[in-house]
């Protein structure tokens, strides 16, 4: 028995299909009733969820009993300071609830899904291994610290004894819920948001990075940590790219450093007046003006017959799917 966590969210659910189409038994955990649009019903019927909650440790106690292995997918993502407190306590107190419920329990193996976030980001042009060391500086966002937070507890677990690996994705693309995560992207792309940088950054298809967890999970690698990239993107190339496949306007305002500021400050009113979220904040201006680039050398190398689907393919099938979920009324712009 498998137990992931996170089974409603976006990489959570695209595990959980992995995973039932290798015919393993899967047990998740969801927080409300309702399940993922975007996982075919014949899955979902396939699989037994549970209500439970990482910050609920009698809940995660039942949803552990005799499971073999556990994802560890749930997380929030967030750049805004409303939602920050909430997110340390599910990424970091959730997660050492679960290495504490999976060694109580006798669980034999995790798998924790962290980020590329979680290493740390510099100000300086960098390309970055899985050797690279957490430094804590101002150029991190608080959703970094709390990955890196969140995966402290995980190695702790593995000196305790629990088997396992980390995988540390980048930027997840992908079809599923455009008002949550990283699907956000394309929300922003057909609403044709105006705003661009010459930043770069990693991106990676959500389907290779389940397939990528599940491989790691049924292998024998213990102990290790891999970064899941597909390739290194200008976000420009990343905006325009979704834009012509939604035939939609590409991004014409290069948001410098200083308009950048002044660009998410407007965000920021227009979200009060709106009640909305914003499209970009001051935390995101500032990754959207990085450059960075992840190597992901190490992964292909463990997993000799995986390759990595290229992101115009994934880019296109996942616009392609959000135009058929517009048109047919399951999302709403």
Known sequence: MIVVTGGTGFLGAYIIQDLVGRGQQVRALRRSRQLPFFLPADIRERVEWVDADVLDVVSLQDALEGADAVVHTAAVVSFSSAERQRMYQVNVEGT?????AALDLGVRRLLHVSS????GRTVKAELVSEEKKWTDNSNNTHYARSKHGAEMHAWRGFAEGLDGVIINPSTILGFGDWHQSSCAIFRNAYREFPWYTNGVNGFVGVEDTAAA???LLLSDINHKRFIVN??????RKLFDTMADNFHRKRPHREATRTLGA???RMEKLRSMLTSSRPLLTKETAKVAQSVTSFDNSQLLEALPGFRFTP???????????????????????
């Open 213 to 215: 967890a599940v491989e």
């Open 311 to 333: 992101l115009e393919e994934v880019i296109a099938t996942a616009c392609a799917q959000y135009k058929q979920a517009l048109e047919a009324g399951t999302l709403h712009v």
């Open 230 to 235: 597909a390739d290194n993107w200008p976000f």
């Open 116 to 119: 590329v976030a979680a290493l």
């Open 262 to 264: 002044l660009a998410w």
């Open 96 to 100: 050492a609830n679960i290495v504490n």
